[in-house]
């Protein structure tokens, strides 16, 4: 037959030669529970107890649904599916099929079978049995139900495993399976059976006082954990040891002859397994280092080494291994182990320990017939011999930490490095293990990378192919890829390559080398079907988020789960090195695997598309206003938007340091979402994002940007049909033109502005309106023109109540008469603000009185006192976060100590103003203090 069921190791189908993975684990669960009762049925109460035990998921009957569902189709794709079917009736589901087909099924038949035949056939017959196990039974699955029945199968093992014992002893093979029996015993130290076994063992090989020790030291442990003595079979068993030299019980029957074909142990050979050096091998020197270390705990340390290199798929881990490992040959004297686990490769199920066992056994001169046939017997033999050497085992490409753990050591002396896709965080926690988290390569290795593959030269002459190093984004085998599609082409067809490669639409098509394990695209799928269904939901749903690096709270949103639910996924990604916590609660992708997480998102209905982001957009409009308020109170009262109501509270920002922090983490993944939500048409976000970023896009000089928002802000606006929010956006836009500079664009739309407040009797607009029509003339030095404006504000300030301002006003009156050279009343205006700054806290308002009465006091030969007034408008700047108006108070400060003849604190003044100016890309301003910084005895002018 061709189908086969395998439950005694890893859950797979056995069809056609090759071993099938039945999906996920929950979905394997499933399938493991049907098999243990072939040709029964289940009902659905009890295979969702057995699943999840006593804390099923919310609907947990369609999540079992969709399983079976799966588990038919699977069987669709399969060849003689007639022989085995899912089938559902009123008692529940049952697989159908010849029981035979199933392992455990033909393992109790087998072993029932040896116990009735002659001993020659019941051998056959225990040999036969026990091939089938290939490991833990359910390996890689846990539910409390198959934890228990696993322990009850483990012990059935055991049973068969000590009657087959029987059989060999009485044949006189002692000697044969004394390693077997050792790591028994070791397993198994209070199990009477073995121990009568091992003991025999050892008396009929000769070794008397080994078998005396033996049964000393169980008599101890059965005293010490159960306060009792060996039973009467074991203790007439040491009788006899003691007194009888030539009892037929302990007298070893002669071993029969080895056969021919039987291999004979060779304790010289050495294994050389490692695959070959890779060659031009670039950079990795931190890393190298970092294994150096980790391994200082290997030969002549009380423990045996382990380090796990993790990292997504394509990063460089097999070669970085390889590399350190031919670098340290000497080092392992004894040899050195290769297998690869095949923990992810496409299309090949992850190799058995219990095989990968067999094969180093093997490389260790083993003989056949002393190589027991279960994965724990194989471990142990692999444990003894083993110790006292000092070897090198390479694990290449390992699914997770249960296909490792019975593959290490156990003695000083062996330093086993492992590659995987997973962090293997178990090895970490059991075994201390070190650990590599291996990145991309930098832009310089990856460009030396490259121009190794291709060539120096024509790196260095041809632009697109700089263009096509940056578009792999530092993963060496994108590198590679890139480099062999690269070599030979001629200059248009590599500029046609990198246009490939620099669209997000074609890149992963173009990084194919034309097999399965040189496909960036099947790389990542296999990693995303390694996944449990939650997590693999979850990474789906990233592709949708607009920007590459989320926050928790943003995350969770997005996904539709708690904070610490979601936590917990991303911990499993993160494991899985699909995604990197870079800072504390930040997450980011790697720009290739974004791509292919966008692909599998794209797959999803258009409507969960949108809802999923409409929740992100909604947690950014509720929590950037929140912010918003946090940092300028004073200004977001007037916020003529409809009252929001969040799909979930957010946070309380303490202070505006804390909402200024928030704005700067979340900033990109803002101007994202509102960029996202422009294209969607999502007018009322487009709006809120808009108004809730002025502030913040002012105190950073970020004003194209603001200009270009507002401008978008007035078209959504209008498209929500609201007049009195599309007057005030157009005051905003207006305000961002003037802050840029634009004067002559800004004044059509104040009064445009203007016209319509009085239109719509809106006195808060109107006010405010005025107020900045008369900023703009100070702007254009039209400082006469700015002052009526100025009163029609103040007076509509005082008649809205508004002190705050009405405050700011008498400032900006205080300015105008300043440039007027009207200086008395210039301070009076200002000294009036002060207070009403003060009392509600305002410190932007503060902070800019203080520059204008800093302003007077220089210009009125009031040095001293002008150097103070601009220090305190520095720290309030500074407070706030204003780096805009900062860099302007630093160029003032520098100029005034200037004049006070302070060339050095004048030099650091204007370096940091210079400083800040780059930051900003306020290019005129930066120049102004280059030259400065040039000729620092330039007379400074007052009047700036």
Request: hydrophobic content about 40%; some cysteine.
């Amino acid at each position: 037959m061709s189908i086969r069921f395998a439950l005694l190791g890893d859950v797979v189908i056995r069809s056609g030669g090759s071993d099938v993975v039945p999906g996920s684990p929950r979905q394997r669960c499933v399938l493991a529970l049907l098999m243990t009762e072939v040709n029964r049925p289940l009902s659905l109460d009890t295979l969702i107890d057995r699943v999840w035990g006593t804390a099923p998921p919310p609907r947990a009957s369609a999540t079992l649904y969709s399983y079976i569902s799966r588990l038919r189709a699977l069987r669709a794709t399969l060849p003689h599916q007639e022989e085995w079917d899912l089938v559902r009736s009123s008692a529940g589901y049952t697989l159908r099929a010849d029981e035979s087909l199933v392992d455990l099924a033909r393992f109790r038949s087998l072993a029932d079978q040896a116990r009735g035949a002659s001993a020659e056939e019941a051998k056959g017959r225990y040999e036969e049995a026990l091939a089938l196990w290939r490991g833990r039974p359910f390996a890689g699955l846990t539910s409390d139900w198959l934890d228990a029945y696993r322990g009850s199968l483990e012990a059935e093992h055991l049973r068969v495993r000590l009657e087959h014992h029987e059989l060999l002893l009485d044949e006189g093979r002692h000697a044969d399976l004394v390693p077997a029996l050792t790591a028994l015993a070791s397993e198994h130290p209070l199990d009477e059976r073995v121990a009568h076994q091992h003991i025999l063992a050892l008396y009929r090989s000769g070794r008397h006082a080994a078998a005396l020790t033996a049964y000393e030291e169980l008599r101890g442990q059965l005293a010490e954990a159960l306060g009792v003595d060996p039973g009467p079979r074991l203790q007439e068993l040491h009788q006899r040891m003691l007194v009888s030299s030539g009892d037929l019980l302990l007298a070893p029957a002669a071993p029969p002859a080895p056969a021919p074909s039987t291999a004979t142990r060779q304790p010289t050979r050495i294994p050389r397994q490692l695959p070959a050096r890779p060659t031009g091998f670039i950079g990795r020197d931190d890393t190298l280092a970092l294994l150096d270390r980790h391994t200082e705990a290997s030969p002549g340390h009380d423990a045996p080494a382990v380090s796990v290199i993790g990292g997504m798929g394509g990063v460089g881990k097999t070669w970085l291994a390889l590399q350190w490992a031919h670098t340290h040959l000497d080092a392992f004297p004894d040899g050195q182990l290769y297998a690869q686990l095949h923990g992810f490769s496409p299309g090949t199920p992850p190799t058995a320990p219990g095989d990968v066992l067999h094969a180093f056994l093997v490389a260790l001169g083993a003989v056949d017939r002393e190589i027991p046939p279960d994965t724990e017997g194989r471990a142990a033999l692999y444990r003894t011999l083993m110790a006292e050497r000092r070897m090198l085992v390479l694990l290449d490409n390992a699914r997770d930490s249960d296909q490792v753990l019975p593959l290490l050591p156990a003695t000083p002396g062996c330093l086993t490095l492992v590659t995987s896709r997973n962090r293997l965080s178990t090895l970490k926690v059991r075994w201390g293990a070190g650990s590599v988290d291996l990145a991309v390569l930098p832009a310089a290795e990856s460009a030396r990378l490259f121009a190794r593959r291709v060539g120096s030269a024509r790196t260095e002459t041809e632009p697109a192919l700089r263009d096509i190093v940056r578009s792999c984004a530092g993963l060496p085998l994108a590198l590679d890829i890139a480099a062999a599609h690269a070599v030979g082409l001629p200059a248009p067809a590599l500029h046609q390559l990198a246009r490939e490669l620099r669209d997000p639409r074609t890149r992963l098509d173009a990084l194919d080398a034309g097999e399965v394990s040189t496909n960036l695209r099947i790389l990542f799928a296999s990693s995303h079907q390694a996944l449990e269904p939650e997590a693999a939901r979850a990474f789906r749903l990233l592709g949708l988020a607009p920007h590459l690096d989320l926050g928790l709270l943003a995350l969770a949103r997005l996904l539709d789960l708690s904070p610490t639910r979601t936590r917990r996924v991303l911990r499993v990604l993160e494991e899985a090195c699909l995604v990197r916590r870079h800072r504390p609660g930040r997450y980011h992708m790697h720009d290739l695997v974004r791509l292919y997480a966008e692909e599998q998102a794209a797959e999803l209905p258009a409507g969960s598309r949108d809802e999923t982001v409409r929740r992100l957009a909604d947690f950014y409009v509720s929590n950037a206003h929140a912010a918003h308020q946090a940092l300028d109170p004073h200004r977001t009262a007037d916020d003529p938007l409809p009252a929001h109501r969040p799909k979930a509270e957010p946070p309380a920002f303490d202070d505006a340091e804390s909402a200024l922090a928030w704005f700067e983490a979340e900033y990109p993944c803002l101007r994202e979402i509102t960029a996202y939500a422009r294209r969607r048409r999502w007018h009322a976000e487009v709006c809120r994002l808009t108004w809730s970023l002025h502030t913040f896009r002012w105190r950073r000089g970020l004003f194209t940007e603001s200009i270009e928002a507002w401008s978008a802000a007035l078209d959504a606006a209008a498209a929500l049909d609201d007049p009195r929010l599309a007057a005030h956006t157009r005051l905003r836009l207006a305000v961002a033109l003037a802050q840029a500079g634009r004067y002559e664009d800004a004044l059509p739309h104040l009064e445009q502005a203007l016209s319509r407040f009085a239109a719509q009797g809106d006195l808060a607009g109107l006010t405010r309106t005025h107020h900045a029509l008369a900023e703009v003339h100070v702007r254009r030095d039209a400082h006469e023109s700015s002052l009526p404006h100025f009163a029609e504000a103040l007076d509509g300030y005082r008649r809205l109540g508004d002190q705050v301002g009405e405050a700011n006003t008498l400032n900006g009156t205080g300015w105008a008469l300043a440039r007027l050279g009207r200086y008395t009343s210039g301070e009076e205006h200002c000294l009036k603000a002060l207070p009403l700054l003060k009392h509600h806290r305002d410190g932007e308002g503060q902070a800019a009185t203080w520059d204008t009465l800093a302003h007077i006091m220089w210009r009125t030969g009031r040095t001293e006192r002008a150097l103070h007034a601009y220090e305190q408008a520095l720290r309030h700047f500074q407070a706030i976060g204003n780096a805009n108006r900062e860099a302007d108070t630093w160029a003032k400060l520098g100029d005034v100590r200037a004049e006070r003849d302070d060339r050095h604190g004048a030099r650091k003044a204007w370096t940091n103003a210079r400083d800040l100016y780059r930051d900003q890309r306020r290019t005129a301003e930066e120049q102004h203090m280059t030259a400065r910084l040039a000729s620092p005895a330039r007379p400074a002018d007052p009047s700036r």
